[in-house]
């Protein structure tokens, strides 16, 4: 069964420096996610995005986030400069379509730990 | 999305069945009921939806109110890999404040399966 994949599993960073944390969505998937998900909390929505355009975005994803779809298959999330609260799991999801009888398939995630 | 509430969390033995509650008292006529869940250290995975007649798949079956109030997950014969948390998600496609397909999760149901 085809599967969402991101990279890598785990990633440490310094505050403030860049981060890309990457996604291969499931091939014929047209819209696609970021969540998040600090230790002990809920699953956050980040963005969707479809037709390389961001659909929606949370309160959380302010400008110092960033989606991209640079070529047929990756989907990546951008933190320009990373703080403390940034540390989290990171999952992407995508879905044939967005109406609500379509489920989302979501990778494993990426747990991002800024020091 | 409308407000769903479950309970936090609930235990269950082995190769017995499993009834997951989620009461939506304010669900609309349009609200799709999906459950996902959550095994440790895993992203969300679909389980299941409906609207309003019962369904079935490999995975589990739902059970939904006649007035719709209310569901409930049903898993026929737990297995310890089925310890995870349970997320019930309503989804409206015709939410007036546009929709792009998110998921909203709550703190979902913690299942414990004991051998």
Not at chain 1, 68 to 87: M, Q, V, Y
Not at chain 2, 21 to 29: D, E, L, V
Not at chain 2, 38 to 43: E, F, I, R, V
Not at chain 2, 79 to 101: F, K
Request: negative net charge; hydrophobic residues 30%.
């Amino acid at each position: 069964e085809p599967e969402v994949t991101q990279t890598p599993s785990h990633q440490v960073t310094q505050m403030g420096q860049e981060v890309i944390l990457r996604c291969v969505p499931i091939s014929n998937h047209l819209y696609f996610y970021w969540y998040r998900q600090i230790l002990g909390q809920k699953v956050e929505f980040l963005v969707s995005f479809y037709n390389n355009e961001i659909s929606e975005k949370s309160e959380i994803f302010d400008d110092q986030f960033s989606v991209e779809r640079p070529d047929g298959s990756n989907f990546t999330l951008k933190i320009r400069s990373t703080k403390l609260e940034d540390s989290a799991m990171y999952f992407c999801a995508s879905s044939v379509g967005r109406v609500s009888n379509q489920p989302q398939h979501f990778g494993d995630g990426t747990r991002l730990s800024i020091l | 999305d409308a407000k769903t509430t479950q309970p936090n969390s609930m235990e269950s033995n082995e190769e017995e069945p499993v009834h997951l509650p989620c009461n939506h008292s304010t669900i609309s006529g349009t609200d799709y009921i999906h459950w996902y869940r959550q095994l440790p250290s895993q992203g969300p995975e679909y389980v299941i939806h409906g609207l309003t007649s019962n369904v079935n798949n490999r995975m589990a079956s739902l059970a939904i109110a006649e007035d719709r109030k209310s569901s409930t997950l049903i898993l026929h014969r737990a297995t310890l890999r089925d310890a995870a948390v349970y997320y019930c998600i309503l989804r409206d496609d015709h939410d007036p404040s546009g929709n792009t397909g998110k998921l909203i999760f709550g703190q979902g149901t913690t299942l414990q399966v004991k051998p």
